[in-house]
């Protein structure tokens, strides 16, 4: 038989499901065919088999999400984006009413009858003729006002009642406020001095064995503080229930223990931690408001009220901290709340991936280039504003959940700091003063000098544990214990931490790390740890650190700009006021529920902040693709391979050259090619000296520096930087100055130039001859690109060599009047943006808007310089000779196609969109989606389109997945709720029936949100974005102009 093996490795391989699925393999082999002598049998075997690592994507994953797209963009295009959405046909024009356009000048002419109104109710109003009882009629005598007293309740309605019809109809409803008729205006009254006992207990209701004596209790009920008589039940209702619990079950919070004389509302504790954690309200402030509104005269001292701050800070604290721990289904736990683990009770941030939570089956398996999608971003600053001072004789009050939250564990961390020792920390970049200025920041009498935290840095959620004290500055001791707290029980495979020094402390982490306990160390050797600088922040360091360092080059990490901290910050900064003398533990208590309230609403809005900066990416996106097809086509294959091999190799090893500084060693300096040029003219003339004691390279040289000093006096004739009062005598010292070099000038050209004295003649001729010389400015100085060529005559009347030398130092002064000219358009960009974030006030916008136009300037004078000599090089060799020189149109003269100002326009609108806020574009700003990008940016040393072409589209896969995370981590929260219904056996039928209410509706609560949220999410990207556009101050998003 003969025998033929056909290799088939790709189109026959063999798949073995089994073992995908629970290795992530694949079986691969040689399919051999055999055949008959006659062909007419044949028979197949595999050979060669062997196991390979399959490439999965995360859309094959074993995941109900896995295949879904959020927002889908299939027929997304930007200028259907921006057309406004469809809208019902209507004839004719909408009409305008002034109650929509401007209320106000409706109500401006009524403010009389209004103030008539309010007055009104000071008297009976519609009783005036007959004061009587609403229920029973009885009259008020105005001769014998004791007979019938009336009254008028607030909550109940403007009708009168008699004393005992408002004794019956408030017997439930102890907390309503009353005033009293005395026959000629309304008197402040309170049930409690009517006569009402409030029986507890019952709700209201009879009991029939109360208790034998009256209680007298202070209410906190917003807005009133009231004063009441209450009775305990002691019937067999409340055979298990001592003061407190009755006291609880009636909705009243008690402020002690023991025999409690103070009690707040559930409702007013819950509005005044809204009021304080959304509005910074502190406790006395409250306090006095509901004071002067119980009585206006008590801050006047004339009637005194009871004082209930102290007793209303402890029952604030307190609900606050219950509500956590409610939150965090601790009431749920058999095992009670004393074994809360640490950071527990905190709210984990939706979108971050989290092991056995959020992320899909088999995630660890997926191709690598894909593994950013399941990547830890967090972002670690310290702040100095959340300072405490130390107090005299305060006493051991600790936080009531240690650990339990967003704070460090107290006592581990203090005995970690005792064994710190002054270690060398001194930054080699000299950019932050935080290091430097760690050991002598002013901490006389301060407790706690700020505080360190660490955060997502995509979604501005506190990690649980991710917040800690600084005694002494911002010193490695402390970060480390705060950044390693945050990442306990880390167990995924990608990490990126943002450090505004993070270039200094990344550098000796993995030594200091040993220090620390086994749980509480990264397994770095399984996990791929990369550090970066803040956006913003790196900026300010020196331009090789930042190069080396901003989290903008960092693979994996899309348009995080890792300032997400510095925005958490400024939502604690008002908390300082409160919390700087403050104990220490109501001091953690405080800032503990003003994060907790800063994780749920970040969360809640994922819906919202999510859609709109994925509709925003998309956009760049294209933009960035688009860019991104143009430098392909303008640059050589081999220009890109050899960029992307440097990435790669810069990626995998920081030691080697970082592709993305801007360099110019791709062009020669001007002085290299001098020198050069000194060298060929030296060998064209073996045996001789230069001429007259100057080279013929000097000679030109000096002519390009005259027609710079040329171009530098027109710059300032027609500039507007220069406006002292002597301008005009510096220019005539310059003009003066340009002449003697022109004169020396003109006799050296007759000796490089012999030809060139007839053309002078001639140019002379066609001049008016009573026309004044012109100035130094206006002078023609006849170089060898400006002498006329004739035929037959390749020197152009100069010496031989000279046409050559001075193609030469042309091209030079092309290459790098272009790599200025880069550098002063990078420049720029940075002060608008450093002017756009951090300059306010009329004094310093005025010199960060003039100094800006001092650079616009010297930008325009590159190109101006960078266009004569183009031009010199096209009369001396032609256009063809250097084709990578091209016209340089005043739009070619943009950053990038503005797209580095462009990304860092919208890399702001990415990080403003969770916060609520945006700056507005002109609305009639071209589409960027119109522009081509300028060509000057694919010239040597200029290609770093890439980058923005990869972080972009990075992006978009990241927000995606993390809105399937988002979905994920819901559905797992509704499931661990519905497991917890009934997890717990030891309580009361009533209270087990409690918590089995409110973990089924915490159930069904995710559950609704996540349903709420996929149908938002599958809206196409379209139609979101011309809702957006629709929106007030919305329209900016999809523009980077």
């Not at 409702?267 to 502190?282: K, P, Q, S």
């Not at 007793?311 to 956590?324: D, H, I, N, S």
Request: aromatic share 8%; proline share 5%; charged share 25%.
């Amino acid at each position: 038989m003969i025998r033929r093996i056909l290799r088939e490795r790709n189109r026959n391989s063999l798949d073995v499901e089994d073992d995908y699925d629970s290795t992530g393999f694949t079986v691969s082999g040689d399919r051999g065919i055999y055949l008959s002598t006659d062909g007419q049998r044949r028979q197949e075997e595999l050979l060669n088999l062997s196991h390979k690592k399959r490439r999965i994507e995360p859309s094959n994953l074993e995941d109900s999400l896995a295949q879904w797209i959020p927002t889908p963009d299939d027929d997304f295009d930007e200028e259907e984006a921006r057309a406004p959405p469809a809208a019902p046909t209507t004839l004719g024009k909408r009409k305008e009413y002034t109650s929509t356009k401007n209320p106000m000048s409706l109500w401006r002419p009524l403010k009389d009858d209004f103030l008539a109104e309010l007055l009104r109710h000071e008297g009976l109003g519609d009783d005036i003729k007959r004061a009587c009882c609403a229920h029973c009629s009885a009259a008020f005598n105005p001769r014998a006002p004791e007979e019938v007293r009336l009254f008028k309740c607030y909550e109940c309605g403007q009708f009168l009642q008699c004393r005992q019809c408002c004794l019956s109809n408030h017997q439930r409803t102890p907390l309503h406020t009353i005033q009293e008729w005395n026959g000629e205006y309304w008197i402040p009254a309170t049930l409690a001095k009517v006569g009402l006992v409030y029986q507890l207990g019952h709700g209201g209701f009879q009991c029939p064995f109360p208790d034998s004596t009256p209680h007298r209790l202070v209410v906190v009920e917003a807005p009133i503080i009231h004063d009441i008589r209450v009775l305990y039940c002691k019937c067999s209702k409340s055979d298990n229930a001592d003061n407190l619990e009755q006291l609880l079950r009636n909705g009243w919070y008690p402020a002690t223990v023991t025999d409690p004389g103070t009690c707040a509302t559930f409702r007013t504790l819950e509005a005044y931690r809204l009021y304080n954690v959304v509005g910074n309200l502190n406790g006395r402030d409250f306090m006095t408001s509901l004071e002067r509104m119980t009585d206006p005269s008590t801050s006047s001292g004339m009637t005194q009220l009871p004082d209930r701050y102290k007793q209303f800070g402890r029952m604030a604290r307190q609900w606050a901290f219950l509500l956590r721990l409610k939150r965090a289904g601790r009431g749920h736990d058999p095992r009670g709340v004393d074994r809360t683990a640490l950071g527990e009770c905190a709210v984990n941030c939706w979108a971050c991936p989290h092991d056995g939570r959020n992320l899909p089956e088999g995630w660890r398996n997926v191709d690598p280039k894909y593994q950013f999608l399941y990547m830890l971003i967090l972002a670690v600053d310290a702040n100095f504003r959340l300072r405490n001072r130390i107090r005299v004789n305060e006493i051991d009050d600790p936080s009531l959940g240690p650990g339990w939250g967003y704070w460090v564990e107290p006592n581990r961390y203090r005995e970690h700091l005792k064994n710190y020792v002054d270690e060398d920390e001194i930054s080699t970049c000299i950019a932050f003063a935080a290091l430097l200025q760690k050991d002598s920041r002013n901490t006389t009498g301060l407790r706690v000098s700020g505080v360190g935290g660490c955060v997502c840095a995509r979604h501005e959620c506190v990690r649980p544990n991710g917040l800690g004290d600084l005694q002494k500055g911002e010193r490695y001791a402390n970060m480390d214990f705060i950044v390693l707290a945050a990442l306990a029980g880390f167990s995924l495979l990608w990490l990126t931490i943002s450090y505004d020094i993070g270039c200094q402390w990344k550098l000796s982490f993995k030594k200091r790390m040993k220090a620390f306990s086994p749980d509480m160390r990264l397994p770095m050797d399984d996990v791929n740890v990369q550090f970066g600088l803040p956006v913003w922040h790196a900026a300010s360091h020196v331009e090789d650190c930042q190069l080396q360092n901003s989290l903008s080059f960092r693979p994996g990490v899309g348009r995080s700009d890792g300032e997400g901290v510095e925005r958490v910050w400024s939502g604690l900064n008002p908390a300082a006021f409160s919390t700087k003398d403050a104990g220490v533990g109501v001091r953690a208590d405080a800032i503990e529920a003003k994060i907790d309230n800063n994780n749920f609403l970040k969360n809640l809005g994922q819906g919202e902040t999510l859609q709109r900066k994925l509709v925003v990416a998309i956009a760049e996106r294209d933009r960035q693709v688009a860019a991104f097809k143009d430098v392909t086509r303008t640059v050589e294959k081999e220009v890109r391979t050899a960029w992307r091999k440097a990435i790669n190799e810069w990626l995998e090893d920081s030691t080697k050259p970082n592709p993305y500084i801007l360099s110019r060693k791709d062009c020669p300096t001007e002085a290299q090619v001098r020198l050069q040029v000194r060298k060929d003219e030296e060998a064209l003339s073996v045996g001789s000296g230069p001429l007259h004691g100057r080279s013929a390279t000097a000679f030109l040289v000096a002519g390009i520096q005259i027609e710079d000093s040329q171009r530098r006096i027109l710059n300032q004739l027609k500039g507007t930087v220069l406006v002292a009062a002597d301008r005009e005598n510096k220019i005539e010292e310059w003009r003066h100055s340009l002449l003697v070099k022109i004169t020396k000038f003109r006799s050296l050209q007759q000796i490089y130039m012999p030809g060139a004295a007839s053309a002078l003649q001639e140019h002379e001729s066609h001049r008016d001859s009573d026309a004044p010389p012109p100035k130094a400015e206006m002078v023609k100085l006849f170089m060898p690109s400006d002498m006329p060529s004739r035929a037959g005559e390749a020197h152009r009347g100069c010496i031989v060599g000279l046409v050559d030398m001075e193609a030469k130092l042309r091209v030079a002064q092309c290459d790098n009047s272009l790599a200025s000219l880069r550098a002063r358009l990078h420049a720029k960009r940075h002060l608008i943006s450093f002017r756009n974030t951090n300059i306010t006030g009329q004094t310093r916008s005025t010199k960060a808007r003039t100094l800006i136009g001092e650079v616009g300037e010297r930008v325009e004078s590159y190109a101006n310089r960078y266009r004569r000599g183009r031009e010199a090089l096209i009369s001396l060799q032609g256009s063809e000779a250097y084709p990578h020189l091209r016209e340089l149109r005043p739009e070619d003269v943009q950053l990038d196609g503005d797209a580095e100002e462009s990304d860092t326009a919208v890399r702001k609108k990415l990080a403003m969109i969770g916060a609520g806020r945006g700056a507005r574009a002109p609305r009639n700003a071209p589409g960027s989606t119109k522009r081509v990008m300028s060509w000057i940016w694919t010239a040597p040393g200029s290609l770093d389109e890439e980058m923005m072409h990869d972080r972009w589209c990075e992006e978009v896969m990241l927000l995606r997945e993390e809105m399937r995370r988002v979905l994920r981590y819901l559905g797992w929260q509704a499931q661990w709720w519905t497991d917890r219904r009934a997890s717990r056996t030891d309580l009361s039928a009533e209270a087990a029936a409690g918590m089995r209410a409110y973990a089924l509706k915490q159930a069904a609560w995710h559950e609704r949100l996540a349903e709420f949220f996929r149908n938002k999410w599958n809206v196409p990207a379209v139609t979101v974005a011309q809702h957006l556009v629709a929106e007030e101050n919305m329209e900016p998003l999809l523009s980077t102009e």
